[in-house]
């Protein structure tokens, strides 16, 4: 080190891109505190799906045997149906996906595994239970130098050299850093639940998508091997169908499941689990970092629901964060240095975040509208029977599995 002290790294929040930047800080060298606002990580997640990006930056963390031990389970195949019927079926192999094909983890549990490792090295410290209550500023007001937590032994002070926001869309770095924020109004909602697994399914765990009038079901075989059920409606709606009961609003659902799930749903409604209304956002701050402080995942871009990327980039951008800013803290708590280094992580992250939020916001304005010619585009997935558009389809999806910027672990 080329300064009298090690720099100090607070990270606040131990979400996807928390938890792994922490990981990646502590095992190199650098002094870091993680903070965590719940006492554990046993609450429910929408964030479970990973791609084979993501798959592929969890390799490169070298804590294989933690993260095999996660529940995890890998689709069979995926299906689309329109209107109600099968359109076409494509089964799923590693060999598509480069050896590392699409899988649903335990996100509670994956969290538990990383930050476990990361404790593994004396550098982390990790607080449960800690609210971040202020950011803490220099004299002058220009430069963060730290928060100011509630945590179980009470108030605390931690100074830090950089303030790392990772804590989701209510990021309270976000909020008290004074970062502004650019929103885009997205037209739905999510009905987001559990069911018991289809005994028709036999050994088969297809991933469905089910496109009808105003409508967009997705349904897939949890970690845990219950089926979970996203309902895609159009904003605004879900507050009417809960005043006329869950009975209604679950056989609403099923007059838009495939044929085979329809008498499923219904027979099991007193089993659906956990059922909740996810009021969808997309947004993104203007600047990423400001002097001493960054943020990244959620905290920095509010991901939409379509694809299920919010844990994928969360993942690309801490390690990303950790290739820019590893080497300069390395070198000392050189302010200058490490703001530059945080500035970068925008520069090269950014660019993937709007086009994967560009791609998001077309299909729901598509598929959800109740008019003539929203009718009409809803056909189009029906020519996926077809083998020339099912390959354009292809094309234009794999950003979702493999990013748009290639990203790898140098630090």
């Not at 100011?148 to 303030?163: F, I, K, N, T």
């Not at 500035?343 to 509208?369: D, F, H, K, T």
Request: overall charge negative; glycine content about 8%.
């Amino acid at each position: 080190m080329t300064a009298d002290r090690l720099p100090r790294v607070v990270v606040v929040g131990a979400g996807p891109a928390g938890a792994v930047f922490a990981y990646l800080l502590a095992t190199r060298g650098i002094q870091v505190t993680l903070l965590e606002r719940q006492s554990d990580f046993a609450r429910e997640f929408r964030g479970e799906g990973l791609a084979p990006s993501a798959l592929e930056l969890l390799a490169q963390l070298g804590i294989d045997d933690a993260l095999a031990a996660v529940p995890q389970a890998t689709p069979s195949a995926l299906e689309f149906y329109s209107r109600r019927k099968l359109v076409f079926r494509m089964e799923i192999d590693d060999e598509q996906f480069g050896g590392l094909a699409p899988r649903i983890v335990s996100q509670p549990a994956m969290l538990e595994a990383i930050v476990g490792e990361a404790q593994k090295s004396p550098n982390l410290t990790f607080m449960r239970g800690t609210t971040v209550r202020e950011l803490l500023r220099d004299s002058e007001g220009s430069r963060i130098q730290g928060v100011r937590v509630h945590s179980p032994d009470g108030e605390q002070r931690l100074d830090a050299d950089l303030v790392v926001g990772s804590d989701g869309r209510a990021s309270v770095v976000r909020r008290s850093g004074g970062f502004q924020v650019r929103a885009e109004e997205l037209p739905m909602d999510v009905v987001w639940c559990k069911v018991p697994r289809p005994a028709f399914f036999g050994d088969d765990e297809p991933t469905r998508f089910c496109i009808g009038s105003g409508h967009l079901f997705i349904s897939y075989v949890a970690y845990d091997g219950q089926l979970q059920l996203a309902w895609i409606i159009l904003k605004g709606t879900y507050g009417e169908l809960r005043k006329q009961g869950i009975e209604h609003w679950v056989d609403e659902m099923a007059n838009h499941a495939p044929p085979d799930f329809e008498d499923h749903l219904r027979a099991h409604t007193s089993e659906l689990a956990s059922p909740f209304l996810l009021s969808t956002q997309a947004d993104c701050v203007e600047q990423w970092s400001l002097p001493g402080a960054l943020v990244i995942g959620d905290a920095a871009h509010t991901m939409s629901p379509v694809g299920g990327q919010g844990i994928n980039i969360a993942l690309r951008d801490a390690v990303v964060a950790a290739n820019c800013l590893v080497p300069v803290l390395r070198g000392g708590p050189d302010p200058a240095a490490i703001d530059a280094a945080a500035a970068r992580v925008q520069a090269l992250r950014g660019p993937e975040v709007s086009a994967i939020q560009r791609m998001q916001s077309m299909p729901p304005r598509i598929m959800l509208p109740q008019t003539w010619w929203a009718e009409a585009l809803r056909r189009l997935p029906e020519l996926l029977r077809f083998a020339p558009v099912r390959a354009l389809a292809g094309r234009a999806a794999q950003p979702f599995a493999f990013g748009v910027t290639r990203v790898e672990l140098e630090v």
